[in-house]
């Protein structure tokens, strides 16, 4: 490989960075060690998808929604990032790209399930919502579902998801 | 990489099992499919590439699919199991009118073929520089005049590839 290259991906923060996306099972590729278990610093993480791998920034959001406790000094994250990651915690189907990284493509992997099993995809995350009924509409719902065997939750979810097969 | 062979050999014997079934009921088979494979996979999935150029991909599969619904849906699934995922635009993935394709698996029910590295870069270099401007850089220095050239021709920017020292 070429010097200049090889500088490249032998750098610590390269190793770090692309070790730990690909033992979460966010990229895959390359002669890189899994890491797990390291802490990255914000910088670092910017640094490689700028520098080595833009892949990096594809799946950077969804790096640092899933796995906080990984990511440190992120106090001074750039305002496209923050910008990307409240449109994603939305669940907005469109955002902004970066740097010919679509948002559509940012958002994907945030709503896939992680090879570690525990981390929820955001689009399987509850989300606690009130909303004000009529009683007798509240009655028939509760029938409903009981009719059906589901819980009232899974019965609107159910209607919700016909409502939309049918439009 | 072997799982997407692998997934091609479990491709094929499903759809041998879907026609068994179909010719027991009196039903015809499924016709010949054809998947031809774009975009990084088509990289990454090569090993004379992987040898040459370090690469990276998330698990996004592009690929342009000739074949009936049942088996775009088993194939998708198939990579879904090995945790794939088909992008549904592969289609606008640009493919230059001189590209070759190399076939890597091949039955009497399904033909499955990758671009050639050439081409994939090619693409990148004229569709998605920003994305595979380290790539591009890496691939200049293998490919040498044979991807040059073609990225003049198609009115490529060659100085961005320039790495910054």
């Known amino acids: 490989m070429n010097k200049e290259f090889e500088k490249l991906f032998k750098d610590r ?22 890491q797990p278990n390291v802490k990255v610093t914000l910088e670092e993480a910017l640094w490689v998808g700028e520098t080595v791998e833009p892949r990096v920034i594809e799946v950077l ?33 469109e955002g902004p790209d970066y740097r010919g990284i679509l948002y559509r493509d940012m958002k994907k992997w945030a709503e896939r399930l992680l090879t570690d099993k525990r981390t929820k995809p955001l689009s399987e995350i509850r989300v606690n919502k009130t909303y004000r009924f009529n009683t007798h509409v509240l009655q028939k719902m509760h029938q409903r579902a009981k009719a059906q065997k589901m819980s009232v939750t899974q019965y609107l979810e159910n209607l919700i998801k016909k409502d939309i097969e049918k439009s | 990489m072997e799982i997407l062979e692998k997934i091609f050999q479990q491709l094929d014997k ?19 499919a054809e998947i031809k494979i774009l975009g990084q996979m088509s990289l990454i999935s090569n090993p004379e590439v992987q040898a040459k150029i370090t690469l990276f991909a998330t698990f996004d599969v592009d690929a342009i699919i000739k074949a009936p619904h049942w ?33 890597i698996f091949s039955s009497s029910r399904l033909t499955c073929s990758r671009l050639d590295p050439l081409f994939t870069l090619l693409s990148k270099a004229i569709k998605a520089k920003e994305k595979n401007k380290v790539l591009i850089a890496q691939a200049l220095a293998v490919y040498g005049d044979d991807l040059k050239n073609l990225i003049i021709k198609y009115e490529g920017d060659l100085n961005y590839f320039k790495l910054k020292k």
Do not use: C, Y
């Open chain 1, 61 to 93: 959001p969804t790096a640092l929604l899933h796995f906080p406790k990984t990511f440190i000094e992120t106090k001074n994250m750039p305002p496209f990032l923050k910008d990307i990651i409240v449109h994603i915690k939305k669940h907005h189907l």
């Open chain 2, 14 to 32: 499903a759809i041998e099992k879907e026609n068994d079934e179909r010719r027991q009921e009196g039903a015809l088979g499924l016709p010949h």
């Open chain 2, 71 to 103: 088996i775009e849906t088993a194939f998708k699934n198939l990579l879904e199991k090995e945790r794939f995922e088909l992008d549904p635009l592969s289609h606008e993935i640009w493919i230059p009118k001189e590209s070759t394709f190399t076939t």
């Open chain 1, 13 to 34: 923060r390269t190793q770090k960075v692309l070790g730990f996306l690909i033992a979460k099972g966010l990229l895959l590729g390359g002669n890189v060690q899994p």
